[in-house]
């Protein structure tokens, strides 16, 4: 009987395999330098863009730095005093034992 023996490296590749044709074998290599290359300008390009974004965001921290921040609005109201002079005044909060 006859066997194929692309069917035999199929299922037993431990024992068998095919051996490729000189031009399959440029091919096949072409193919991988040109997905090595393209993978390459895909990490290029991805580098570039972190690189940029972590520019922006450097930018945008040194920019937040330089402008003055207010605490917030605070609103006078008679006969109350905030509580950070309340505490300097020395006197204490609770009397007793």
Not at 19 to 27: A, C, Q, T
Not at 62 to 70: F, Q
Not at 79 to 90: A, E, F, Q
Request: net charge positive; aromatic share 6%; no cysteine.
């Amino acid at each position: 009987t006859a066997v194929e023996g692309e069917w035999l490296a199929e299922l037993g590749p431990m024992f068998f395999s095919v051996k490729e044709s000189y031009k399959d074998r440029l091919k096949k290599r072409l193919k991988e330098k040109q997905d090595q290359a393209s993978m390459d300008w895909e990490m290029e390009q991805e580098e570039r863009r972190r690189a940029k974004e972590a520019e922006e965001k450097s930018r945008k921290d040194r920019e937040a730095a330089a402008t003055p921040r207010h605490s917030g609005m605070s609103m006078a109201t008679p006969g109350r005093t905030p509580l950070n002079v309340r505490l300097k005044s020395g006197t204490p909060r609770r009397v007793g034992l």
